[in-house]
Nanobody, 123 residues
Framework: QVQLVESGGGLVQAGGSLRLSCAAS????????MGWYRQAPGKQRELVAT???????TYADFVEGRFTISRDNAENTVYLQMHSLQPEDTAVYYC?????????????????WGQGTQVTVSS
């Protein structure tokens, strides 16, 4: 059983900052890519940022240098530091990870999602 648990969301004024955390736990053999997605009301879920095990990062265009994704491989944790938040950043933020699990003599890679954490930015 693998779980991703997010924390760090909340209410912040425009221009403020938040740091999201996502910890993976359970029967984990290894984790490759980890990332953050978000979904605003009435909109589709969209990619925010990803990071490989080696630390290579990608960002959505709308991030515009305001967010930084990082990870602690020893702790199976990924972070999203967000600065200069704007009302349009309001959404539920979801953690995602590609996790290899061992089942008997087999290894399977599955995509796992956290339950989401609400980020609300007031104007």
């Amino acid at each position: 059983q693998v779980q991703l648990v997010e924390s760090g969301g909340g209410l912040v004024q425009a221009g403020g900052s938040l740091r999201l955390s996502c910890a993976a736990s359970g029967s984990i053999f290894s984790i490759s890519a980890m990332g953050w997605y978000r979904q605003a009301p009435g909109k589709q879920r969209e990619l925010v940022a990803t990071i490989t095990k080696g630390g290579t990062t990608t960002y959505a265009d709308f991030v515009e240098g305001r967010f930084t994704i990082s990870r602690d491989n020893a702790e199976n944790t990924v972070y999203l530091q967000m600065h200069s938040l704007q009302p349009e950043d309001t959404a539920v933020y979801y953690c995602n990870a590609a996790i290899r699990v061992q089942i008997g003599v087999r290894f399977l890679v599955n995509d796992y999602w956290g339950q989401g954490t609400q980020v609300t930015v007031s104007s």
